[in-house]
């Protein structure tokens, strides 16, 4: 941390953090239309344990932008600019893909409230992937009409899909930021 520089809920964003958090969502978009035609391939063929398995891939960069810029609000605004992307792309879920983007920041913007933005190990990296993950379950189950009273996949899948955010985004946004910050292109927090 540099002398001056705030720690924790920190919203002086600088122009550097918005075009990052611009970068990373705009490509975020291109890669996750993709991988939502496989996720809707197996959520349609094998339901929500099928949509489970791949439910933590959409989330590495929403993690890696709040590890990159380290303010309240970074994940929020990639998914809000992400899912934005993905709906012009022509996204199946159409609008309703903002929802999943707004859910799913959330879920990391909670896990990092909770450690006053200023926890950015593995752990925390961790546990805002399970969670974002968990998060963007609630969305798919309200978007789609799945009754969690009715409906035992969708019990079946919360493991599923807390080990998938966890590994699929946790570790892989982690890891990322971490790549990211050694080459010295982008000043990371720490």
Do not use: C, H
């Not at 001056?4 to 918005?18: C, L, M």
């Not at 798919?140 to 409906?151: H, K, M, N, R």
């Amino acid at each position: 941390m540099k002398k001056g520089e705030k720690k924790g809920w920190n919203f002086n964003y600088t122009t550097r953090d918005i075009v990052i958090i611009a970068v990373i969502a705009a490509i975020t978009g291109v890669v996750n239309t993709g991988v939502g035609n496989l996720w809707y391939l197996l959520n349609t063929s094998l339901g929500p344990l099928g949509g489970a398995l791949l439910q933590g891939a959409f989330m590495w960069a929403y993690i890696l932008a709040m590890w990159l810029i380290r303010k309240p609000g970074a994940a929020l605004i990639v998914g809000i600019i992400e899912a934005a992307t993905e709906i012009l792309l022509g996204n199946a879920a159409g609008i309703g893909t903002l929802g999943w983007g707004l859910f799913q920041g959330l879920g990391v913007e909670a896990v990092m409230a909770i450690s006053g933005y200023s926890k950015f190990g593995l752990l925390t990296a961790v546990m805002a992937g399970a969670a974002s993950s968990q998060f963007g379950t609630v969305w798919t189950s309200i978007f789609y009409g799945w009754d969690p009273s009715t409906a035992k996949d969708v019990w079946l899948a919360i493991p599923i899909n807390l080990v998938s955010g966890a590994v699929l985004s946790g570790l892989l946004g982690y890891w990322l930021s971490k790549a990211i910050a050694k080459t010295g292109l982008i000043r990371s927090a720490g």
